[in-house]
Nanobody
Protein backbone atom coordinates (compact mmCIF):
# COMPACT_ATOMS: atom_id res chain seq x y z
CA UNK A 1 0.00 0.00 0.00
CA UNK A 2 1.33 3.39 -1.01
CA UNK A 3 1.93 6.09 1.57
CA UNK A 4 2.53 9.67 0.43
CA UNK A 5 4.37 12.45 2.22
CA UNK A 6 4.40 15.96 0.82
CA UNK A 7 7.05 18.50 1.78
CA UNK A 8 8.64 21.76 0.75
CA UNK A 9 5.86 24.21 1.41
CA UNK A 10 6.59 27.48 3.16
CA UNK A 11 5.84 31.19 3.31
CA UNK A 12 7.17 33.09 0.30
CA UNK A 13 6.65 36.44 -1.39
CA UNK A 14 4.87 36.88 -4.68
CA UNK A 15 7.16 36.27 -7.62
CA UNK A 16 9.35 33.78 -5.82
CA UNK A 17 9.79 30.10 -6.59
CA UNK A 18 9.30 26.93 -4.59
CA UNK A 19 9.70 23.22 -5.20
CA UNK A 20 7.43 20.69 -3.54
CA UNK A 21 8.25 17.01 -3.14
CA UNK A 22 5.98 14.01 -2.78
CA UNK A 23 7.77 10.94 -1.49
CA UNK A 24 6.00 7.61 -1.88
CA UNK A 25 6.73 4.54 0.19
CA UNK A 26 5.29 1.08 0.60
CA UNK A 27 4.98 0.45 -3.12
CA UNK A 28 6.36 1.75 -6.39
CA UNK A 29 4.49 4.53 -8.16
CA UNK A 30 6.51 4.20 -11.36
CA UNK A 31 3.63 2.68 -13.31
CA UNK A 32 1.05 5.16 -12.03
CA UNK A 33 0.07 8.56 -13.23
CA UNK A 34 0.50 11.02 -10.38
CA UNK A 35 -0.99 14.41 -9.69
CA UNK A 36 -0.68 17.45 -7.50
CA UNK A 37 -3.81 19.01 -6.04
CA UNK A 38 -4.37 22.05 -3.87
CA UNK A 39 -7.02 23.18 -1.45
CA UNK A 40 -7.42 26.77 -0.36
CA UNK A 41 -9.36 27.62 2.82
CA UNK A 42 -13.08 27.17 2.31
CA UNK A 43 -12.65 25.76 -1.19
CA UNK A 44 -12.67 22.33 -2.74
CA UNK A 45 -9.54 20.40 -3.60
CA UNK A 46 -8.56 21.11 -7.20
CA UNK A 47 -6.25 19.38 -9.64
CA UNK A 48 -3.13 21.43 -10.36
CA UNK A 49 -0.97 19.18 -12.52
CA UNK A 50 -0.59 15.57 -13.50
CA UNK A 51 2.08 13.39 -15.05
CA UNK A 52 1.67 9.95 -16.55
CA UNK A 53 4.10 7.07 -16.25
CA UNK A 54 5.81 8.13 -19.49
CA UNK A 55 6.34 11.71 -18.35
CA UNK A 56 3.55 13.40 -20.30
CA UNK A 57 2.14 16.30 -18.34
CA UNK A 58 -1.02 18.35 -18.09
CA UNK A 59 -1.73 21.54 -16.12
CA UNK A 60 -4.60 23.59 -14.83
CA UNK A 61 -4.98 26.80 -16.81
CA UNK A 62 -4.23 28.87 -13.72
CA UNK A 63 -0.72 27.43 -13.34
CA UNK A 64 0.23 26.60 -16.92
CA UNK A 65 3.55 28.18 -17.82
CA UNK A 66 4.46 28.74 -14.16
CA UNK A 67 4.40 25.26 -12.61
CA UNK A 68 6.25 22.13 -13.73
CA UNK A 69 5.49 18.63 -12.53
CA UNK A 70 8.17 15.97 -12.78
CA UNK A 71 8.98 12.57 -11.37
CA UNK A 72 12.01 10.52 -10.38
CA UNK A 73 10.94 6.90 -10.45
CA UNK A 74 14.25 5.76 -8.98
CA UNK A 75 13.48 7.85 -5.91
CA UNK A 76 9.75 7.06 -6.00
CA UNK A 77 9.16 10.82 -5.81
CA UNK A 78 7.10 13.41 -7.66
CA UNK A 79 7.97 17.11 -7.71
CA UNK A 80 6.18 20.38 -8.37
CA UNK A 81 8.36 23.30 -9.36
CA UNK A 82 6.41 26.51 -8.85
CA UNK A 83 7.66 29.77 -10.34
CA UNK A 84 6.24 33.29 -10.34
CA UNK A 85 4.08 32.48 -7.36
CA UNK A 86 0.96 34.55 -6.75
CA UNK A 87 -1.09 35.10 -3.58
CA UNK A 88 -3.87 33.06 -5.17
CA UNK A 89 -1.53 30.04 -5.16
CA UNK A 90 -1.84 29.97 -1.39
CA UNK A 91 -3.21 26.56 -0.40
CA UNK A 92 -2.38 23.19 1.07
CA UNK A 93 -0.82 21.09 -1.67
CA UNK A 94 -1.35 17.34 -1.90
CA UNK A 95 -0.19 14.62 -4.24
CA UNK A 96 -1.88 11.37 -5.10
CA UNK A 97 -2.21 8.67 -7.71
CA UNK A 98 -4.19 9.82 -10.73
CA UNK A 99 -7.02 9.45 -11.55
CA UNK A 100 -8.84 9.45 -8.22
CA UNK A 101 -10.66 6.24 -9.12
CA UNK A 102 -7.32 4.43 -9.26
CA UNK A 103 -6.23 6.01 -5.98
CA UNK A 104 -9.40 4.72 -4.35
CA UNK A 105 -9.03 1.28 -5.93
CA UNK A 106 -5.48 1.06 -4.59
CA UNK A 107 -6.52 2.44 -1.21
CA UNK A 108 -4.05 5.29 -1.49
CA UNK A 109 -4.84 7.67 1.32
CA UNK A 110 -4.28 11.39 1.11
CA UNK A 111 -1.17 12.65 2.84
CA UNK A 112 -1.13 15.57 5.25
CA UNK A 113 -0.22 17.96 2.48
CA UNK A 114 2.20 20.85 2.62
CA UNK A 115 1.21 24.47 3.19
CA UNK A 116 2.20 27.09 0.64
CA UNK A 117 1.55 30.69 1.57
CA UNK A 118 2.28 33.49 -0.87
CA UNK A 119 2.25 37.06 0.37
CA UNK A 120 1.85 40.10 -1.83
Amino acid sequence: QVQLVESGGKLVQAGQSLTLSCAASGSSISRNAMAWYRQAPGKQRDLVARINKDGDTNYAISVKGRFTISRDNAKNTVYLQMNSLKPEDTAVYYCNVYPPTIAIARSVAWGRGTQVTVTS
